[in-house]
């Protein structure tokens, strides 16, 4: 149970006493708080007793009478304005009027509370202010973690950066100075790995774009009929370039056509990264199976290696941002450590999830089930804003 700190400044000891007995047992449950909150109160006579009460007992609520023997409710708004962020004031006044309620409201004053007053309408006002107070704290939190977590995205991401970015300086001070000699031919393999290290980091730049239009909703879909079968062989004759370097049988199984009411370009996108994947993380000479099914209005889709494998451990972090399985057989596989992640976001998107099996040296094997209507809610026409459907690769 939160205790929230209430100061009642009065001059009336009745009045002082009657608000302590009012709010002693008293407690609220508020809307999207998981625990009751409940009161403690402090009093005070003066306003100048009052204001040394709020510099000492840092009350979250103040009970502030307008008149006052000597200073005077005002004054005390006035002289405790740099509290006002930390604290909630509602004047209690038999005297109210407007142009007391338009100053007292330009000092800081939170709401007001006109005498005689019943219980009820105390317990009222508390309760109104209690449910503010918890909303800034939790907006508080939740800025605080969005500091945070965009603090981690940057070290994360400049870390991902830092390393293609030397690789490719490094290749450049090499050309300056001519180290390998005058024939131009010469730095043909420097020039190639310079490339490659750059379409790593468009990779991440697309992947990163993917997920922050997915993440805050601004990604524009298009829903149609897709036929899931055509984005798979799609998928497969992308890759068949690496497949057939590394000798490695891609096959697919599944009764077409099997359609599904979605986004091409997001369906596109999760083929794209399982399949490149599956290759990318084999062995010479393995194979791939695809396959596809459509049972009682859920698309599942299975894509088997026979590659590299991973461990438990491993695997349970595989679906988070910018993850990569780092070890001596995949140093030298480039990804974003974006894919795996974007394949989740989508399949959720589907009412769906991904999942994998995998065990080291002998293979993985990632599931993703999909709903066969996608949840249209923040579908935006094409014509507004344009999307790449890119794929990605992990």
Same mark, same amino acid.
């Given at each position: 149970m939160?205790?929230?700190?209430?100061l009642v400044v009065d001059d009336e000891p009745g009045m002082r006493m009657a608000i302590a007995r009012a709010l002693k047992d008293f407690s609220v449950k508020l809307p999207d708080f998981d625990d009751d909150v409940d009161f403690t109160v402090e009093q005070a006579a003066t306003g100048e007793e009052g204001i040394e009460k709020i510099r000492e007992f840092n009350p979250q609520i103040v009970l502030l009478?307008?008149?006052?023997?000597?200073? #005077?409710?005002?004054?005390v708004l006035e002289q405790t304005v740099d509290t006002q962020k930390e604290m909630l004031t509602i004047m209690i006044t038999a005297y109210a009027s407007l142009e007391t309620a338009v100053t007292a409201t330009k000092r800081g004053a939170y709401d007001f509370l006109a005498k005689p007053f019943t219980p009820d309408e105390l317990k009222r006002v508390i309760r109104k202010a209690a449910g503010r107070l918890i909303l800034i704290q939790q907006a508080r939190k939740l800025a605080a973690e969005k500091r945070k977590?965009?603090?981690q995205f940057i070290s994360v991401l400049a870390h991902e950066l830092k390393a293609p970015l030397a690789a490719i300086e490094g290749y450049l001070q090499i050309m300056k100075s001519?180290?390998?000699?005058?024939?131009?031919? #010469?730095y043909d393999t420097i020039v190639d790995r310079s490339m490659i290290r750059l379409e790593g980091m468009r990779k991440m730049i697309i992947d990163l774009l993917d997920m922050t239009r997915i993440e805050s909703g601004e990604k524009v879909r298009e829903l149609s009929e897709v036929d899931v079968c055509d984005v798979a062989r799609a998928a497969m004759e992308t890759v068949h370039p690496l497949a057939l370097e590394r000798t490695v049988d891609v096959r697919f199984h599944a009764d077409c056509p099997i359609t599904i009411n979605g986004d091409r370009g997001e369906i596109e996108i999760i083929f794209n990264n399982l399949v490149s994947n599956a290759v990318k993380y084999n062995r010479d000479g393995g194979g791939v199976d695809?396959?596809?099914e459509k049972k009682d209005g859920v698309v599942t889709i299975t894509v088997a290696d026979t590659g590299i494998g991973m461990t438990d451990e491993e695997a349970s972090r595989l679906f988070n941002d910018f993850v990569r399985i780092k070890n001596e057989k995949t140093r030298n596989i480039l990804g974003s450590g974006l894919g795996l992640s974007i394949v989740k976001k989508l399949?959720?998107?589907y009412g769906g999830d991904v999942s994998v099996k995998s065990e080291p040296d002998v293979g993985s094997t990632f599931t993703v089930v999909l709903k066969e209507t996608a949840a249209d809610n923040?579908?935006?026409?094409?014509?507004?804003?344009?999307?790449?459907?890119?794929?990605t690769n992990s």
């Open positions: 939160e205790t929230m700190r209430v009478d307008y008149k006052l023997p000597g200073m #005077s409710g005002l004054d977590v965009r603090f001519h180290t390998v000699g005058e024939d131009i031919k #010469s695809i396959t596809i399949a959720q998107l923040d579908v935006q026409s094409a014509e507004t804003n344009g999307v790449s459907h890119e794929g």
